[in-house]
């Protein structure tokens, strides 16, 4: 393979990220979660209960969503990962979930403003995750043959910077031309495009199809560019599967290091998927902020996620992914304390009076870091989790980092539901990420800086010529 052919193969795998962050930054996190909770608790009150009740079985139901969609996602990737692995081929499975990406998006559309479709629309949202976090999986199985260990990481930060540069462009057209505040204008005073009904809250619902939609078009260059060696297709195997990967599973006991970066991200990542879940819908219901305000809150955070990815690529490159990872989850469990400890009327048990703008003003520079921190976490995640993976398995051993981060991944949402109903708070209700972040941070010691993949004594690929 030719530099410049290899270099164009690695740019259609950052375009995978391009294409997809929008799920995450638009459908997740910044617009239609909390969107969709807002509509949640406005009919939980119209039921009769109270206003606190109301908005914690809002975040109640939609922790329930993702538990659910976490629990499918998390104990369906290994066994498809192998499946894939016996056939050779990966861009087939990224293909159809990439329709499911694209149908359970497009039909957001239909998310109406009075909840009376409120479960069907809850459905189809996890149809679409489900298929955004396995085509996921599929996708980071090709990192490894992108460049040297060396290399690996600075491609891996490098993709999620351009991906969430991505997300920064697609939100600001969203919010310039569709999402409608309360005086039914967008951002700069515009009504909806294309004449939208700003009453039934048409813009913010067009979210979904404008996401399918990005997504179809920004993939044509990864279909186009991403390339598999077809000499090595072959007829899938369900048997081969399960015994490739029942050996797999058996050999982990003796492999401390993956075994042990397997449960380290299982809970920080689980911990870091509730910061993304619940931190919209934090500001929605604890804060009380606008879908247009918590908009302009998801751009901030994602040009720091940006910027801070790129940097983490960097220093992946110079430290390793390990001490990155180490340090990333320190100043995500500080930021979740600030979190715990503040609402509208108060910061850390100080009164605050009832026009404080300081609430407004931490949130942000939390954003700040839950954005840049989280995507250089991830980044280095990934990174490390190449120093791990088998060579001749790859897209199983991503399978299985796809199953430490979902397997679990009902734990942060369960856990926070369960808290909120408790208490009655939204705001102590994402309290567990805390624990959850220190147990990754205590399994991390036992973790290989450099990974264990000697006991493949596979070739060493620190020769190979970085086409990055």
């Not at 606008?290 to 955070?301: K, L, N």
């Not at 921190?373 to 060579?391: E, K, N, T, W």
């Amino acid at each position: 393979m030719t530099h410049s052919v290899e270099r164009r193969r690695i740019w259609g795998w950052f375009f995978f990220d391009w294409a997809s962050q929008p799920y995450h930054t638009l459908l997740l996190t910044f617009v239609f979660g909390p969107y969709i909770v807002g509509v949640a608790a406005d009919s939980f009150l119209a039921e009769g209960f109270a206003e606190g009740e109301a908005k914690a079985k809002a975040q109640t139901l939609w922790s329930y969503m993702l538990t659910i969609a976490g629990l499918i996602i998390g104990f369906s990737a290994p066994l498809l990962g192998a499946l894939a692995d016996s056939a050779g081929r990966r861009l087939p499975w990224i293909l159809a979930f990439s329709a499911l990406y694209v149908i359970g998006a497009g039909s957001l559309w239909f998310a109406l403003p009075d909840g009376s479709n409120l479960t069907q629309t809850l459905v189809m949202f996890a149809i679409g995750f489900i298929g955004a976090e396995f085509a996921l999986v599929f996708v980071n199985a090709q990192l490894p043959s992108l460049g040297s260990d060396n290399d690996v990481g600075e491609i891996s930060g490098s993709g999620f910077a351009f991906g969430y540069l991505g997300g920064i462009v697609s939100l600001v057209i969203l919010l310039l031309l569709f999402v409608e505040q309360g005086n039914g204008k967008t951002l700069i005073g515009l009504d909806p495009a294309f004449g939208l009904d700003a009453s039934q809250k048409e813009g913010t619902r067009a979210v979904g199809p404008i996401v399918a939609i990005w997504f179809v078009v920004f993939m044509v260059p990864y279909f186009l560019w991403v390339r598999e060696d077809t000499s090595k297709k072959r007829r899938p195997s369900l048997g081969i599967a399960i015994s490739t990967l029942g050996g797999t599973l058996k050999a982990l006991r003796h492999r401390v290091s993956l075994s042990s970066y397997l449960g380290s991200s299982m809970f920080y990542r689980d911990a870091l998927g509730g910061l993304y879940g619940f931190g919209g819908t934090y500001a929605r219901l604890v804060l009380d902020w606008t879908i247009v305000q918590i908009g302009v809150f998801g751009i901030i955070s994602a040009i720091a996620a940006a910027i801070f990815s790129w940097i983490g690529g960097k220093l992946d490159r110079k430290f390793g992914p390990k001490p990155v990872i180490k340090y990333a989850i320190w100043v995500l469990i500080a930021v979740c304390i600030v979190v715990v400890n503040m609402d509208r009327t108060q910061f850390f048990g100080m009164s605050l009076t009832e026009a404080s703008k300081l609430p407004d003003m931490v949130f942000y520079g939390c954003g700040i870091l839950i954005g840049g921190i989280g995507g250089i976490l991830q980044s280095a995640s990934r990174s490390l989790m190449v120093r791990h993976c088998d060579p001749a398995n790859p897209t199983e051993s991503f399978g299985l980092f796809g199953l430490s981060g979902r397997a679990t991944s009902f734990l942060a949402p369960a856990a926070i539901g369960a808290v909120t109903a408790a208490t009655g708070s939204a705001r102590i209700g994402i309290s567990p990420l805390i624990v959850l972040f220190l147990l990754g941070l205590f399994l991390l010691r036992w973790v290989k800086p450099e990974g264990d993949r000697a006991v493949w004594d596979a070739p060493s690929q620190s020769s190979q010529q970085s086409p990055y």
